[in-house]
């Protein structure tokens, strides 16, 4: 409270920093840092050359080898051992020359500290906040639906994307914002780029978090529809999170651990009941929900959830997410660590070329990199690097051990969901991912589809797919697109060989079902809620009673038109004839990088108006590749003449068919299903066009700004004033000697001088 | 902030010991479960004990807790 008023007024150009002299250092001098990095012992030597080593040869039998099998420990330790080079070489070298943050500096935590928002918080804990605000399904889905390419183009996608364009990403966003008071990118967009860049920023977050949600809606409805013992288990996540919230509120407010661990016993109850009840005539029957009135279900719930207060729902579902996310995570590493599962696939399929592939159209460049976004590149990112992370952290340093580490993090699951989804037979895999429209949603279809693909190799027989269905108790995996029933067959596959054996798989399959659906629904849930408070926030410079957010008939109203944007895209994918997921996940992709491409673009003219003109490269080339991706793929997507690629050509091919009086078309089957196409090819590709425009305007505005700096040699910041810091944290997950040191110091400090008193 | 300084007990048993304090340290700590323990320790350090502004009872601060929550949504990611 008032704790703002601490910040001193009419500070000077260069800020006064010296510190208390009654305090131990609160920073180490940056040449002992430096003298430290350079201190090469011969162990340490023979450390780094092992990594290197490591690195080297898994990525030899990646690329190289390409036996007729590799085996998944080589995913696992090309990742880690790049990751490690990438985060001790290449973000030290971002933080010694581009960002150069400073331990002198009080962090907005501590200088506007209130003990709620502001709050100093351990490295190692705001690690844990901040990854699992990153982490949701898009990098387990993703990397599922790439597979089709093979392994390597994915493979080496995540892992040096991450290094070079969605670790570098989340890191500045993060630095940046917390070097403005925790300014969210809107808000800095406008402070860099202008009004116009600014708004069309704005108009872009709040469409892609419409497709974005809409999308991730879809995923659920794909993986629940028909599938009664999913339906059950994730229905009761609902009253199991009800009963937590009431729990808390009322009960034992603030025991989050106790209740963690009750709501998550009562979750692996509902997983078992689930095949128990699924397995009874009347479970069947009564949990057995089609696609479209599943979907209507997600979208009255996402309305309801998203005016119900957080405490009821949406906080202690989080909660719930949180340990199942960490802990799944962990899991699902440890037992690919133990399996060490044989892949068979190619290192680069047919597909990759021919960019006819039947899980998502579109050939290596540009499709490969919109697929996989979380994970290698993912601006959503952009969104949290710039929400409650930056007002937690403690000291400057650490943003690359949160930001560039928390990114690479998210990279490693990308990473096992892909050697997930790669365990499973090739034809499996194409049966589960093809659109019900090339399989008829039948197990004959399915094989003679699959078969008739012509893959070196596959050989589908009609017993393998009744007997997985049979194993991981559904009634049928046939056109289960979407990524997550995949990636659960994937899972369960691996996780039964570690434990339970196969009369277990239906349990680990549900279990990861269930661990996706939780998470989804959370960000659909949340992202409903922010995109309410950036439509009232926007309306309400026409309307101003809409900035009052506690004005009940604004916010139902404001929530209704969020709800029923989604929903309208999630009806257009579950009753699109051609299949949904495939024509609309390259959209969800083509979002996310472009609002990657608006949060480099804003980071591009901030670097450039602090002068530092040879280090621009460092944000240029991660920007300069996403906007080349996404205007690229949006180009095809818009402009491309092949039906199955270009949505106008798809939606000219079908009212050419309707004009000429044919009542089928493709894979449309009545001229309902025809108009239809129309009509979805119609909103996607406006879609496409709204999207590209927008992010060529934030680009060109950013392009403005950084050529404008050049020119004025301006040294103009939005940072918020220097104050000097009275706290000390070391800064990486393990503290170096030099931190120790002075971690030493500090500890000796009796309590009441430790935190003096900021006013 | 430093977490909970594992005293020096010797020994085997002094290890489990310590690592087990601070796995429960840090579980309840990403949980957000010491949220109002902060709160509590920055009130006391800013607010004199005489002063005007009342500390927030346990109860009190995780209601305006869940109300922050509500009027400053933070989204999820994909």
Redesign the interface.
């Known amino acids: 409270m008032g704790a703002t008023s601490s910040i001193p007024q009419g500070a000077t150009d260069e800020p006064d920093l010296t510190q208390d002299p009654a305090l131990p250092p609160v920073a180490l001098d940056p040449t002992i840092h430096e003298a430290e990095e350079a201190h090469w012992t011969p162990l340490k030597i023979g450390i780094w050359v092992a990594i290197a080593l490591l690195g080297g040869l898994s990525w030899v039998m990646l690329a190289v080898v390409r036996g007729e099998t590799v085996n998944a420990i080589w995913f696992v330790f090309a990742a880690l051992c790049t990751y490690l080079i990438g985060y001790r070489f290449y973000s030290n070298y971002i933080q010694k020359h581009l960002l150069r943050p400073d331990d002198r500096r009080a962090t907005p935590a501590e200088y506007k500290a209130d003990g709620k928002d502001y709050a100093a918080t351990d490295r190692r804990v705001l690690f844990g906040h901040h990854f699992a605000a990153i982490a949701g399904a898009g990098p387990l889905v993703g990397p599922v639906l790439a597979a089709q390419m093979g392994y390597l183009p994915g493979t080496i996608w995540i892992i040096v994307g991450v290094v070079f364009a969605g670790a570098v990403q989340d890191y500045l966003v993060l630095f940046f914002s917390m070097r403005r008071g925790g300014r969210s990118l809107g808000q800095m967009a406008r402070d860099e780029l202008g009004r116009v860049g600014g708004t069309a920023a704005l108009i872009a977050t709040l469409t892609i978090m419409v497709i974005i949600v809409a999308i991730l809606a879809l995923v659920v409805v794909n993986a629940l529809a028909e599938s009664a013992w999913g339906v059950f288990s994730v229905g009761m996540t609902i009253p199991i999170a009800l009963f937590m919230g009431c729990y808390l509120r009322f009960f034992r407010p603030g025991k989050v651990t106790e209740i963690s661990i009750i709501g998550f016993v009562l979750l692996i109850a509902a997983i078992v009941g689930g095949g128990a009840i699924a397995g009874t005539e009347w479970g069947a029957a009564m949990f057995h929900v089609e696609k479209v009135p599943l979907a209507i279900g997600i979208i009255v719930y996402g309305f309801v959830a998203a005016i119900l207060p957080v405490w009821l729902l949406l906080a202690p579902r989080d909660y719930l997410s949180t340990f199942m996310k960490i802990g799944t995570i962990g899991m699902l590493a440890l037992a690919i660590v133990i399996v060490r599962p044989e892949i068979t696939v190619p290192a680069v399929s047919e597909f990759a070329t021919s960019g006819t592939g039947p899980v998502v159209s579109g050939a290596l460049f540009p499709f490969l990199f919109v697929t996989i976004a979380c994970g290698a590149l993912s601006g959503f990112h952009a969104l949290i690097a710039s929400g409650t992370t930056p007002k937690l952290i403690e000291k400057e340093r650490q943003t690359r051990f949160i930001g560039y580490g928390g990114m690479l993090m998210e990279s490693f699951v990308a990473i096992m969901a892909l050697v997930a989804a790669l365990s499973i037979d090739r034809g499996i895999y194409f049966a589960m991912n093809a659109s019900p429209a090339l399989t008829g949603g039948t197990v004959e279809g399915a094989v003679t589809f699959v078969n008739s693909l012509g893959l070196t190799g596959v050989n589908l027989t009609p017993d393998m797919l009744t007997q997985t269905a049979k194993d991981v108790g559904e009634a049928s995996i046939v056109s289960r697109t979407g990524g997550a029933p995949t990636l659960s067959v994937g899972l369960a596959h691996i996780m039964q060989q570690v434990a339970g054996g196969s009369g277990m798989m239906a349990f680990w399959y549900h279990f990861a079902i269930m661990f996706e659906a939780l998470f989804i629904l959370t960000a659909v849930d949340a992202g409903t809620r922010v995109a309410r408070f950036m439509l009232q926030d926007s309306l309400g410079n026409f309307f101003p009673k809409f900035k009052d957010t506690s004005w009940r008939t604004g916010a139902w109203l404001t929530t209704g038109i969020m709800v029923a944007a989604w929903g309208a895209v999630l009806v257009m994918g579950v009753t699109d004839p051609l299949g949904g997921i495939n024509t609309l996940f390259p959209l969800f992709g083509i979002a996310n990088q472009l609002l990657a491409a608006i949060a480099l673009a804003v980071c591009l003219a901030i670097v450039a108006k602090r002068g530092l003109f040879r280090y621009l490269w460092i944000v240029a080339v991660p920007l300069a590749f996403a906007a080349i991706v996404t205007i690229t793929a949006s180009i095809l997507k818009i402009f491309s003449s092949v039906p199955s690629v270009g949505y106008f050509a798809q939606n000219a091919a079908f009212s050419k068919a309707l004009a000429d009086g044919e009542t089928s078309f493709g894979t449309a089957t009545s001229v309902e299903a025809m108009e239809a196409v129309v009509r979805n090819t119609l909103v996607q590709g406006i879609l496409s066009i709204v999207f590209v425009t927008l992010a060529v305007i934030v680009i060109f505005t950013a392009l403005q700004a950084t050529w404008n700096a050049w020119k004025t040699h301006s040294n103009a910041t939005n940072e918020d004033l220097a104050v000097p810091s009275r706290i000390f944290a070391p800064s990486g997950i393990l503290a170096t000697p030099a931190e120790k040191a002075t971690q030493a110091l500090w500890d000796a400090l009796p309590s009441t001088k430790r935190k003096a008193r900021e006013h | 902030?430093?977490?909970t300084?594992g005293a020096a007990v010797p020994g085997l048993t002094g290890v489990v010991r310590s690592a087990v304090a601070r796995l429960a340290w840090?579980?309840?700590?990403?949980?957000?479960?010491d949220?109002?323990d902060?709160?509590?320790?920055?009130?006391e350090?800013?607010h004199g004990p005489g002063e005007a502004?009342p500390m927030l009872t346990?109860?009190e601060?995780?209601?305006?807790?869940?109300d922050?929550?509500?009027?400053?949504?933070?989204?999820?990611?994909?």
Do not use: L, T
Request: glycine share 8%.
């Open positions: 902030m430093s977490g300084q840090y579980i309840r700590a990403v949980s957000g479960e949220a109002y902060k709160y509590r320790a920055h009130h350090s800013v502004e346990e109860r601060f995780w209601r305006d807790r869940a922050r929550q509500d009027s400053n949504p933070q989204g999820r990611c994909c």
